[in-house]
């Protein structure tokens, strides 16, 4: 008996994490509208990035093209809880943490060898439809380059 109880809590409580990862509004795939973004010369740019719920932690697959045009394709698991969690395929950082501000916004930060390489914001809109990330990094000359990419929803 007890461990049907047991059982029944966990299996709930997993059920829950996924429908709350699931809910998010910044799940899905965003394909990046160059139209309305702006970066500064040389940027990154990722073109299409997807989010997808991975048990009870987040996936977010990126693919696009670095400043010179050739292909990159970073992954990185994890849960929006401000701790590091490594990512793979992204030249400029190894580790990266996302935090939850609201339902509709979310802050990162990557680091390469422990040093932090990228800061940023991600905003959804209230329809959903649009989503705004605003990046904060250096440059090869040591100055600080912001970059605005927007993307719609898929």
């Known amino acids: 008996m007890k461990r049907r109880v047991i059982l029944l809590t966990l299996v709930t409580l997993f059920a829950g994490a996924i429908v709350v990862v699931a809910q998010s509004p910044h799940m899905g795939i965003w394909k990046l509208n160059e139209a309305k973004s702006k970066f500064a010369p040389g940027a990154t740019k990722n073109n299409t990035v ?55 916004t979310l802050t990162f930060t990557g680091k390469k060898e ?4 990228v800061t940023g914001r991600i905003t959804v809109t209230a329809n959903g439809r649009t989503r705004t990330v605003t990046t904060t990094s250096t440059d090869a000359n040591g100055k600080k380059v912001t970059n605005r990419a927007v993307y719609d929803k898929q």
């Not at 990512?87 to 609201?102: A, E, F, K, L, Q």
């Not at 422990?114 to 390489?117: E, G, I, L, R, Y």
């Open 114 to 117: 422990n040093k932090v390489t």
């Open 50 to 104: 997807s989010y997808e719920a991975a048990g009870d932690s987040t996936k977010v697959t990126v693919d696009g093209v670095d400043g010179a045009g050739t292909a990159i394709h970073s992954e990185w698991t994890g849960k929006f809880d401000g701790k590091l969690y490594a990512v793979s395929g992204d030249p400029t950082s190894d580790m990266r943490s996302y935090r939850r501000i609201n339902n509709h």
